[in-house]
């Protein structure tokens, strides 16, 4: 059997390079019914900010073909709602639990990530850089060198663990963003986050959510994930965690020869609740069948 175990940094250690990303796991908890949750590398728990949100209202996800729209817009009920009740019950379970940090000013991330910080169990955070800047007319913090810059010294001055960046690729150039937020301080990037798209009901003359635009997901924006760890792998020279489209252990395997130390399994969780250990087994069997002794031995194998 291969050596599945990854490091992300210096904080953050994995037994595989399976984990599954924000908004589409729950808090781990509601899948542990259907998958052994100590056998996933890391799980990536919904994205917490610092007060609860209610959310966008319904209809707040569309089918699209080859993939999905959502515009669910955080729903949560907060840092120390997760502190107080979600945390107690996860911490014993023998994986990388990982909390996905949103805000709507760097002080609102800072605040959230330092609470975050003190919970033993919780080796790292993922910062969610799409989210709007509301001193900015809107516009996310993630499209910008300044904005990206701004989020991430903010939470750096006050947290201390692995600090994963969750990259945007809403830009023209993410390379400018990945070296951004690596210069503030940055211990890791994961890409790809959604792509904004909409849905029109042709019936009705409308476009099908409620706030008219959604985040795109599934198997058809692999394409641009691929192409985005490549261009971020030559940029930077922190790890990297790739996600986008991700279904299949052949798709997971594409993104580490492309750069990423690990991935992550999103929208495939809403169809198969066990595709995170299939995927896990599924790249196993790969590196045995070719003779690697360790997944680490594949990562960036391509240019």
């Not at 729209?69 to 009740?85: I, S």
């Not at 000013?105 to 969610?128: F, G, H, T, W």
């Amino acid at each position: 059997m291969a050596k599945l175990e990854v490091n992300i940094g210096e904080g953050l250690h994995l037994k595989n390079p399976v984990m599954t990303a924000s908004g589409t796991f729950g808090y781990g908890l509601e899948f542990q019914d259907f998958v052994p949750l100590d056998q996933i590398g890391g799980i990536i728990v919904k994205g917490t900010t610092l007060n609860p949100r209610e959310g966008n209202d319904y209809p707040r996800m569309a089918e699209t073909p080859m993939g999905m729209l959502n515009c669910v817009g955080l729903q949560n009920k907060g840092v120390d709602y997760f502190c107080q009740h979600i945390y107690p019950e996860i911490a014993d379970i023998d994986t990388a639990w990982v909390v996905n940090v949103s805000g709507s000013s760097p002080e609102d991330y800072a605040e959230c990530a330092a609470r975050v910080d003190m919970l033993e169990k919780v080796p790292a955070i993922e910062l969610n850089i799409s989210c709007p800047n509301v001193r900015d007319g809107g516009m996310a913090f993630g499209v910008t060198c300044a904005g990206a810059e701004s989020v991430v010294k903010a939470v750096r001055d006050r947290y201390h663990k692995t600090l994963i960046v969750k990259l945007s690729p809403n830009v023209t150039d993410i390379t400018e963003i990945a070296r951004a937020v690596e210069a503030a301080g940055a211990d890791a990037v994961s890409l790809i986050n959604t792509l904004m798209g909409t849905a029109v009901d042709i019936e009705k003359r409308r476009r099908v959510l409620s706030i008219g635009t959604g985040g795109l997901s599934g198997p058809c924006v692999k394409p641009v994930a691929l192409r985005m760890v490549l261009q971020v792998k030559k940029a930077v020279g922190i790890p990297i965690i790739g996600l986008g489209g991700i279904m299949t252990a052949k798709d997971a395997l594409e993104f580490l020869m492309c750069g990423a130390s690990a991935i992550e399994i999103g929208t495939a969780n809403f169809i198969d609740p066990t595709v995170t250990i299939k995927v896990r087994d599924g790249i196993n069997e790969w590196l045995d069948a070719h003779g690697c002794e360790s997944v680490n031995d594949i990562v960036g194998a391509i240019d």
